[in-house]
């Protein structure tokens, strides 16, 4: 089966950094997407890899690695805007996006 | 119109009622799809439609039916709802610009009692 792995909640600090994991078991890989999701709304865009390293913008960074199965994304300078669900969503090959249960993320001043 | 609109925001619907849910992009994607989220579950695809008059089967398509008459609209519609089917449901389109990313309507809450 496919199965996309994402810790259920992470608590950090205002300021500081917090590193939020992705693995995934698919049948085939054509990208990796992350998602932030604020409480009540709906998923928006944050990043896309398709190929192993690091993609930055701006706070947010996120990386990739197809041999491990593995994905994480970096966000520096926590503001307690950033308080949200993470996803972590692949593309298979049958280009059908299979998601993760998503990270709760909790911003503490 | 700007991006994905849904219509309901929410509804309670008893159970065996028929039910429409709306979904309306101005971005002119032609790939759009329907997704329910419950807690604790990631977001599963119902169906699916790369491009106008045709739709697919997505994971958890039981109980639903879809139609796409042109490209900026893609109804969902529940036969007669059961209290399973109680769930947020979002709405996306992408375009097949290379990376596909999928943006996400507003979202509609419903209730089957």
């Known amino acids: 089966g496919q199965n996309i792995d994402q810790p259920t909640e992470m608590t950090a600090t205002e300021g500081a950094i917090v590193q939020i994991n992705c693995t995934y078991q698919t049948s085939g890989f054509n990208g990796l997407f992350w998602y932030q999701q604020h409480a009540g709304e709906a998923p928006t865009f944050l990043s896309y890899n398709v190929l192993d390293g690091l993609e930055e913008k701006g706070r947010f960074s996120s990386f990739l690695s197809r041999s491990k199965g593995y994905s994480y994304l970096l966000l520096k300078e926590l503001q307690m805007k950033d308080s949200a669900s993470y996803l972590c969503a692949v593309r298979d090959s049958n280009y059908q996006l299979i998601w993760g249960a998503g990270t709760k993320l909790i911003i503490k001043p | ?113």
């Open chain 2, 1 to 113: 119109i700007a991006g994905i609109t849904q219509a309901p925001t929410s509804q309670i619907l008893a159970a065996g009622r028929r039910m429409t849910l709306r979904c309306t992009q101005d971005m002119r994607h032609n790939a759009m799809y329907w997704y329910r989220q419950d807690l604790g579950l990631g977001l599963r695809l119902i169906h699916y439609s790369n491009t106008a008059g045709t739709t697919g089967k997505g994971e958890v398509p039981d109980g639903y039916s879809v139609s796409r008459a042109n490209t900026d609209d893609f109804p969902l519609t529940l036969a007669s709802a059961v209290p399973s089917q109680t769930s947020v449901y979002f709405c996306a389109s992408s375009e097949a610009d290379g990376t596909d990313t999928q943006y996400f309507g507003p979202g509609t809450r419903l209730t089957v009692l």
